[in-house]
Nanobody
Framework: QVKLVESGGGLVQPGGSLRLSCVASGDIFSVVTMGWYRQTPGKEREFVAAITRGGGTTYADSVQGRFTISRDNAKNTMFLQMNGLKPEDTAVYYC?????????WGQGTQVTVSS
């Protein structure tokens, strides 16, 4: 079973930036489409961005133009560069396969946008 570990979250002021990382334990990472998701209390986990093994990307409308997803297949790692953060981006961020969310969820990383 692939293990996912997210990191890079924190507290940032509105307009600030963060870079999240997701490390997967298995080499299968390099051949699957991966995605970032986020969840706030009382709400369902929602899609944020996805990237194919070849680097093709897609984004939720709410983050388009502000977030950039990327990956390093040699290091089994995926990134999410978040710029222009807004309070509504506050959530726990997770990574998993896209669209199937096939692997066991990691612990996520908390992002809090507040002044």
């Amino acid at each position: 079973q692939v293990k996912l570990v997210e990191s890079g979250g924190g507290l940032v002021q509105p307009g600030g930036s963060l870079r999240l990382s997701c490390v997967a334990s298995g080499d299968i990472f390099s051949v699957v489409t991966m995605g970032w998701y986020r969840q706030t209390p009382g709400k369902e986990r929602e899609f944020v961005a996805a990237i194919t093994r070849g680097g093709g990307t897609t984004y939720a409308d709410s983050v388009q133009g502000r977030f950039t997803i990327s990956r390093d297949n040699a290091k089994n790692t995926m990134f999410l560069q978040m710029n222009g953060l807004k309070p509504e981006d506050t959530a726990v961020y997770y990574c998993n396969t896209f669209p199937g969310r096939d692997w066991v969820w990691g612990q996520g990383t908390q992002v809090t946008v507040s002044s």
